[in-house]
């Protein structure tokens, strides 16, 4: 069983840029935003929103634990990102390796947002509708 570790946006986009590793196969990009799940996201994540995050664990793990790198995100990965990491890495019995981005979507759009490898459905924060 790993535990989760923090990545560094720098490292997640090295990885990302990479045109050897392929999202799905070498990594998969989690991430458990609910109603906040707007303003951009990277390319390829797959969306398991923390509200019933529990109940698609099972299905995750089924579908994803092959994958060597696995990273969990949410708004800010304070709470979200790193709870749904560690309900993660409690269940699942591979030699996966399990982050949490650090700094969250906040800080990715802030630095990557105009990066279309790295961000696709950007909107300004101000457009959001909650």
């Not at 991430?31 to 529990?54: A, C, H, L, M």
């Not at 099972?58 to 309900?87: H, M, N, W």
Request: with cysteine; proline share 5%; glycine share 6%.
């Amino acid at each position: 069983m790993s535990k989760p570790s923090y990545i560094k946006a720098e490292e997640l986009r090295e990885i990302i840029k990479n045109k050897t590793k392929v999202p799905g196969k070498d990594y998969l990009v989690v991430d458990v935003r609910d109603e906040d799940y707007q303003g951009g996201n990277i390319p390829n994540v797959i969306n398991k929103p923390s509200d019933n995050f529990t109940d698609s664990l099972d299905a995750l793990i089924s579908e994803y634990s092959q994958i060597p790198k696995i990273i969990f995100t949410c708004r800010q990965s304070q709470v979200r990102g790193p709870s749904c990491a560690a309900a993660y890495a409690s269940k699942v019995n591979t030699d996966q390796t399990i982050h949490v981005l650090k700094g969250g979507m906040n800080g990715w759009l802030r630095k990557y947002k105009d990066d279309s490898e790295l961000v696709e459905n950007y909107v300004e924060e101000e457009e959001w509708d909650f």
